[in-house]
């Protein structure tokens, strides 16, 4: 069987056609340390005995696995600010911190396998390497500083706390949500809009795919707490001085 489709994997699929038609199940595999790319030509039955699998199971749970809805959106206005920075945490920052690492990892892989085909390789995976490093600064300073005072301030609890404390940490926030869109921006030119090409292995297609779930994410993470979040702290900051 040459290719599949999300509702008929069986053991006889080969596993490279499985993440080519599909690349966002990659990480299926990855988590069960199955190779797809390299190893792509065996079937699912000989990948997951030689990872003492079974194959029908783990056929099933690709096919759960790529046909899973996406999780339901909320109203982000509907919540109070309390509620929306733990959505924030929960859902965002939960995601960005299992998803960043294998992200780095297969940049830099495939960087240092195909980088001499082109060029634009090495740039994209130290792009991808500076958008971790600054995510991951970045959730925890909101974790730790600003969305607990977002949570005292309306609890009516702020401890004290100096006028422009909510301010100055949501000016320096905008500012790292600034530079991390400019820099997904050059990954999506630098990668033909995370488009792969003919030539491009399967581990290319499932950093592009995890790059592209990456930039959606990123959007609307930002716009929770660009338009939403930040100025209603602000307003509410501005009320009760």
């Not at 499985?18 to 190779?35: Q, S």
């Not at 004290?160 to 940490?169: E, K």
């Not at 600034?178 to 297609?205: I, M, W, Y």
């Amino acid at each position: 069987m040459n290719s599949a489709t999300e509702s008929s994997f069986t053991p006889e699929t080969r596993v490279g056609d499985i993440v080519a038609a599909h690349p966002t199940l990659a990480r299926v595999f990855e988590r069960v340390g199955i190779d797809y790319c390299c190893g792509g030509k065996k079937t699912l039955a000989q990948a997951c005995t030689a990872r003492g699998l079974d194959a029908a199971t783990f056929a099933t749970l690709l096919g759960a696995a790529g046909t899973a809805t996406s999780r339901p959106e909320i109203d982000p206005a509907g919540l109070s600010l309390a509620q929306l920075a733990d959505h924030i945490e929960q859902t965002h920052h939960a995601y960005l911190k299992a998803e960043l690492p294998r992200l780095v990892e297969l940049a830099g892989r495939v960087a240092r396998k195909h980088g001499e085909r082109d060029p634009r390789l090495a740039e994209a995976g130290e792009t991808v390497r500076q958008i971790a490093d600054e995510m991951f600064s970045h959730m925890q300073k909101e974790e730790r500083i600003l969305f607990p005072l977002v949570r005292q301030l309306e609890a009516g609890t702020p401890g004290g706390l100096p006028c422009g404390s909510i301010a100055n940490p949501i000016r320096q926030m905008e500012s790292e949500h600034d530079f991390v869109g400019k820099a997904t921006a050059r990954l999506r030119e630098l990668t033909n809009g995370f488009q792969p090409d003919a030539s491009a292995c399967n581990t290319h297609r499932a950093l592009l795919a995890g790059l592209a779930e990456f930039e959606a994410d990123l959007h609307t993470h930002v716009h929770k707490e660009n338009n939403i979040l930040f100025p209603r702290a602000l307003a509410l900051e501005t009320a009760v001085i």
